[in-house]
Nanobody, 124 residues
């Protein structure tokens, strides 16, 4: 049974930092490209970041570029999202997902397994 479990979300003031974790089980983690998405209330889910299987290639949404960093630890079956200089518009439920084989993708339809998400709230 494949499981993706996110953690680390909480209430934080604007300008602050958070590190989200996504720990996986039931899949060979190192074989999967991993991504982070977020969904704010009343809005569609949007791409945040994606990382290649060995961690050497990453892609970010323009809205988070320069502020967020995605990294992974294949020995721990975990992918992280370091979020710095947070803004109120970053408030959302953040989910990790494993991508189906192919080039790095920003399309949620290319992702197969999803976690339940962790809430990030940024106060102004």
């Amino acid at each position: 049974q494949v499981q993706l479990v996110e953690s680390g979300g909480r209430l934080v003031q604007a300008g602050g930092s958070l590190r989200l974790s996504c720990t996986t089980s039931g899949l060979t983690f190192s074989r999967y490209i991993m991504g982070w998405f977020r969904q704010a209330p009343g809005k569609q889910r949007q791409f945040v970041a994606v990382i290649s299987r060995n961690g050497d290639t990453t892609t970010y949404a323009d809205s988070v570029k320069g502020r967020f960093t995605i990294v992974r630890d294949n020995a721990k079956n975990t992918v992280y999202l370091q979020m710095d200089r947070l803004k109120p518009e970053d408030t959302a439920v953040y989910c990790c997902a494993s991508q189906r084989p192919g080039p790095l993708s920003q399309e949620e339809t290319d992702y197969g397994y999803w976690g339940q998400g962790t809430q990030v709230t940024v106060s102004s």
